[in-house]
């Protein structure tokens, strides 16, 4: 068996938008809406680079001082494939929330989106308690949630109908070493 290419992981900066937007588009599962709201997320992230890989989007209104976003990328053969972006959850105490990440579906399967989740984690190391993410309860987010718990994540939330009709939230969760 060849064994699988490492991914290169990467910060992210406005000139991978459009990359971005491709590869979240391509996955298919988004609707419109959500594909805005990973845009403007996208953006917030980037707008201002922190010093240590993480885009803090500071500079962008007192709402987003408080709530810093970050985001990493992952490039296979020198070309963006994944992203992932998270960020501190508002009224929490060390939680964090994973709020987006996709990988393009010509590379999903290659361990790209866990290359992904465990570096946000080794970065979050010391500083998270538990990262919680959440996603559809629908058919077509099967391998998303398969996902999720072969990356240690849990199921521990379901909230019936709660993105529409039919359409459940769950609720995954993982605690962090101290
Ligand atoms: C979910 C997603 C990010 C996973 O990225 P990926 O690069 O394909 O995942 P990996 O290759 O690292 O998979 C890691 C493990 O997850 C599990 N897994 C991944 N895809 C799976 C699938 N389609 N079915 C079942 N299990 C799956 C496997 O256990 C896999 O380990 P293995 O390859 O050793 O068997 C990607 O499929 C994606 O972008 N999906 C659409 C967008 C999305 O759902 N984003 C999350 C929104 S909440």
Redesign the pocket.
């Known amino acids: 068996m060849t064994p699988r290419a490492r991914p290169r992981l990467r910060d992210l900066t406005s000139a991978d938008s459009s990359r971005v937007h491709e ?2 588009a391509a ?4 609707r419109e809406e959500e594909l805005e709201i990973a845009a403007e997320v996208f953006r917030d992230c980037v707008a201002a680079p922190g010093p240590s890989g993480g885009g803090v989007g500071a500079g962008v209104g007192a709402e987003l001082q408080l709530r810093p976003y970050y985001a990493l990328g ?1 490039e296979l053969e020198n070309r963006l ?2 992203w ?1 972006c998270w960020g501190q959850t508002p009224c929490t105490e060390g939680t964090w929330d ?1 709020y ?6 010509a ?11 465990l570096e946000m984690e080794r970065r979050l190391t010391g500083r998270a308690r538990l990262v919680s ?4 309860g629908r058919a077509d ?4 949630r ?6 240690g994540y849990r199921a521990v939330a379901r909230v019936p109908d709660f993105y529409a009709p039919g359409d459940d939230q769950v609720i995954f969760t993982k605690a962090l070493p101290e």
């Open positions: 590869i979240t996955t298919g599962v988004f992952a494939v994944g992932i994973l987006w990440m996709a990988v393009d579906p590379a999903q399967g290659a361990g790209v989106g866990s290359a992904l989740v993410v959440d996603t559809s987010y099967g391998p998303t398969a996902f999720y718990e072969a990356v």
